[in-house]
Structures are given as structure tokens and as C-alpha cells.
């Protein structure tokens, strides 16, 4: 059995006492949500904080609010749970409801928030491992070793996110509020992430993700596919989210496609969906903007199922996705 490391745990109630612990602890502290990603990690001991800072008592992390004529506000707390059977977010947003709803098991989704689901760790088969398996492979650079054991001349991580609602908050232009003692900020998700796969957030230390904020839903569509091999439970190996716009006359207003698990950040496919803008969803615009979002995909050899495999499903899901928004 892989049992937790010792840690000492702080309850804050409120955020703003939260962001004091983390401040006044530093660097041996951690926070937890859901505790979903972070436990396992732990156990594994790619994380041995001395604190956790648990947000689970912070109830104005717990709400949700706003409408799709204003745009919602999501506090970083709300479960996977409540996001996926949401009447508003189900009627308005709903590649964020399926997304949500598509993360690993029910209890998982009951106990897993949406901001743990963003901060999620990048994920690769040398490191989601036991820290016996990774002992016995010599560690890698991401935790404990000096090589990348995927692409051994490289001199970074390619570690993958693997977070469903990732690519979709991307291609929905949601923005994040952070808060700490320094004040709070609002960014675009898409700047949350950077290239890095040991460090994929531009998120501050001190920085507590206290809400997701969507725009107005403004006749936007989206739709979200993931591909991976059990249904039941396991991480995304492709995430393909689409959302588009249309106009009176039912041509693309505007769009935007994003992927989720090709890289360490969701990689948006801006000039692919750029040829959608002004036209109609016909079968051969969908096949060569399909083709144009897949070639931004470029896996490596980290993930379940084989490179080809996943290389040549790209443009398949891609052609789903818009194909179920042009028959919506
Ligand atoms: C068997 C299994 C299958 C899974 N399948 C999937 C899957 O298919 N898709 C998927 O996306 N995920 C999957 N997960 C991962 C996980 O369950 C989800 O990503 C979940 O949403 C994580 O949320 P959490 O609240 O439990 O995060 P936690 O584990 O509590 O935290 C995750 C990270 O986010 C940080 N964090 C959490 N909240 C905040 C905040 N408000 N501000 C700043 N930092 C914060 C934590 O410090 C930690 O680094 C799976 C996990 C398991 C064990
Ligand atoms: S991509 Fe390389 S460095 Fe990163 S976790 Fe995998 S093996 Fe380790």
C-alpha cells in the first residue's frame, strides 16, 4: 500500500486567510482542493509538502453565478460534479459540462473541483509512477533525475496536460481571477499555461485560483471529444474543443479549436479555425480545417496508445467535433 507523507494540514475559512498561510509558509506549502491529483502525487512522492493548505472550507470557492447573457462566474472550489449536470452550463456552455463530466470516475468528479482540474500536473508515463518504479529507471528531470527519459538529448520536459476542461476554457475565452497578499489579477486561462512540462503554469506561488470567469455565451456553440482507451476512468490521450459563433445568415462568425494532451499546454489551432470566419460548415471546409488544426498536434512517445495512432485520430476528432456543431 503507498501510504501519504507526513504533512501538517491548515483549514483556512476564508480566502483571504488563505493566502496568508501560503504566504507565511512559503515554499514547503501546498494547497488542495479535491485532493484527487494531489494525494496520488503524494503517495508517489512527486510532491512531499510540509503543509496543505486545504480550501475545502472556503465556501465562497463552493458558488457559481452569473448567466449566459453576463457570462458566470465558477468559484475554483465548485466540483466536477455540479459543473457537469449545471442547467445553465449544460444549456449555454456545454462542451465545459461534457469536459467536466468526462474527468475520471464519479466519485472522483464529486470530490475534484474545476480549479484542481486546471492546476492539474502534466502528466507522462516515466513519472506518473511509484517512487520504486522511478528509483529503478534512474528518476527522470521532472522529479529526482537529470535526463528527460522520453527524449533523452532534450533539455526540457514534454510532460503533457492532461486536463479535460483545460482546452475548453481555452477555446470558451475564459479568464481566471488569482488572489494573494500582493492583490488579486485577472488573466485569460490561455496565459495560465506556458510550454514547460516541470513548469506548465504562470501562476505565482503566493496565488490562490479563486474563480473561472466565462464570457456571455453570445450565441457561441462548443463541443468538446476525448479520446482515451477506457471510458470509464481514464486521463484524456486527446482532447478536442471546439467553439463557434455563428451569424444570421448561419456562417462562422467566429471560432476557436483547441487541444488538450498533445502537449504541456492546451495548443490552439488559431489559423485552422481563422479559415472557418465567413463561411458555411460544408463537409470539404471541415475536412481541410480538420487536417490544419491535426498538424499543431505533435505527440511524443509519453502517453497510452502509439504516436501513429494518436497522429492520425487528431483530424478524425477534429471532423466530429465540427461536424456535431454544424448539425446542432
Ligand atoms: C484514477 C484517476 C483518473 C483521473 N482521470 C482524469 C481525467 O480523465 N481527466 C482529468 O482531467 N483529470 C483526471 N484525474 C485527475 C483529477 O481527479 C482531476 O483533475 C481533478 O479535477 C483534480 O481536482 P482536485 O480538486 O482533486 O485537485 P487537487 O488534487 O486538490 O489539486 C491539484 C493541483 O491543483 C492545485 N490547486 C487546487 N486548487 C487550487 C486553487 N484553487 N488555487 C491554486 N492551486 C490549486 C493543487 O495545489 C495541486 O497542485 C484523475 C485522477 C485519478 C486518480
Ligand atoms: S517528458 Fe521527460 S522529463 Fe518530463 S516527465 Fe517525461 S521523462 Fe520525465
New binding site residues.
Given amino acids: 500500500m503507498l501510504r501519504l507523507p507526513p504533512f501538517r494540514y491548515l483549514a483556512p475559512r476564508r480566502l483571504e486567510e488563505a493566502a496568508l498561510m501560503l504566504a507565511q509558509e512559503g515554499e514547503q506549502a501546498m494547497l488542495v482542493a479535491g485532493g484527487t491529483d494531489l494525494f496520488p502525487n503524494m503517495k508517489r512522492r512527486q510532491f512531499t509538502p510540509e503543509v496543505l493548505i486545504g480550501l475545502r472550507g472556503i465556501t465562497a470557492l463552493q458558488s457559481t453565478g452569473g448567466s449566459a447573457e453576463q457570462g458566470m462566474h465558477i468559484g475554483a472550489g465548485v466540483t466536477l460534479s455540479t459543473l457537469a449536470s449545471h442547467p445553465l452550463i449544460l444549456q449555454h456552455y456545454l462542451a465545459l459540462a461534457t469536459a467536466a463530466g468526462s474527468v475520471s470516475t464519479p466519485q472522483l468528479r464529486n470530490a475534484g473541483t474545476i480549479g484542481g482540474n486546471l492546476l492539474l500536473d502534466?502528466r507522462?508515463?516515466?513519472?506518473n509512477q511509484t517512487e520504486f518504479w522511478r528509483h529503478s529507471i534512474g528518476y527522470?528531470?521532472?522529479?529526482d533525475?537529470d535526463?528527460?527519459?522520453?527524449?533523452p538529448g532534450?533539455p526540457?520536459?514534454?510532460?503533457i496536460s492532461s486536463a479535460d476542461t483545460a482546452p475548453v476554457l481555452v477555446s470558451l475565452d475564459a479568464q481566471a481571477r488569482l488572489v494573494s497578499v500582493r492583490g488579486e489579477r485577472v488573466l485569460p486561462v490561455r496565459e495560465l499555461f506556458r510550454d514547460d512540462?516541470?513548469n506548465p503554469y504562470t501562476k505565482a506561488r503566493d496565488e490562490i485560483l479563486a474563480e473561472i470567469i466565462l464570457p456571455p455565451a453570445n450565441g457561441w456553440r462548443s463541443v468538446y471529444l476525448k479520446l482515451r482507451r477506457r471510458g470509464s476512468f481514464d486521463f484524456p490521450i486527446l482532447g478536442v474543443a471546439v467553439a463557434l459563433r455563428f451569424a444570421d445568415d448561419q456562417t462562422v462568425a467566429d471560432a476557436r479549436i483547441t487541444l488538450g494532451a498533445v502537449a504541456s499546454h492546451p495548443v490552439e489551432a488559431t489559423e485552422a479555425a481563422a479559415q472557418l470566419v465567413h463561411q458555411s460548415l460544408s463537409p470539404e471546409l471541415i475536412e481541410a480545417v480538420a487536417a490544419a488544426a491535426a498538424r499543431r498536434s505533435k505527440p511524443?512517445d509519453?502517453a497510452d496508445l502509439t504516436i501513429n495512432y494518436r497522429k492520425q485520430v487528431t483530424p478524425v476528432f477534429v471532423r466530429r467535433a465540427l461536424s456535431q456543431l454544424a448539425e446542432s
Fill in positions: 502534466t507522462c508515463n516515466y513519472y527522470c528531470m521532472k522529479k533525475g535526463i528527460c527519459l522520453v527524449a532534450s526540457r520536459c514534454w510532460a512540462g516541470m511524443l509519453n
